[in-house]
Nanobody, 116 residues
Framework: VQLQASGGGLVQPGDSLRLSCTTS???????????IGWFRQAPGKERESVAS???????SYSDSVRGRFTISRDNSKKTVRLQMNSLKSEDTSVYYC????????WGQGTLVTVSS
């Protein structure tokens, strides 16, 4: 399943941003039955898991974002979102979505830059 992340941008510390994850436009594949995860990779660092949500809606978060980020999904709209609040400079990364566990099909990701 090829997923596409969008919604990144440049924000200031303390701001909020919402990312979206959908299947590619020409794909008939849905997100049904897949657990979906958000991952991020900062320059010079390994890719890390940020949040994950099962098909039934059970969510989990990394310690670094718990309490600030919220993952949700709308199965009817084939969309998984990541609401990011109280952003910090250390949240600056390229954010990707993928199945969880992740497949080897990583999309381009979306860049989130948190800077004053």
């Amino acid at each position: 399943v090829q997923l596409q992340a969008s919604g990144g941008g440049l924000v200031q510390p303390g701001d909020s941003l919402r990312l979206s994850c959908t299947t590619s436009r020409d794909s008939f594949v849905t997100l049904d039955y897949w657990a979906i995860g958000w991952f991020r990779q900062a320059p010079g660092k390994e890719r890390e898991s940020v949040a994950s949500i099962t098909f039934g809606g059970a969510a989990s978060y990394s310690d670094s974002v718990r309490g600030r980020f919220t993952i949700s999904r709308d199965n009817s709209k084939k969309t998984v979102r990541l609401q990011m609040n109280s952003l910090k400079s250390e949240d600056t990364s390229v954010y990707y979505c993928n199945t969880n566990p992740p497949s080897n099909k990583w999309g381009q990701g979306t860049l989130v830059t948190v800077s004053s």
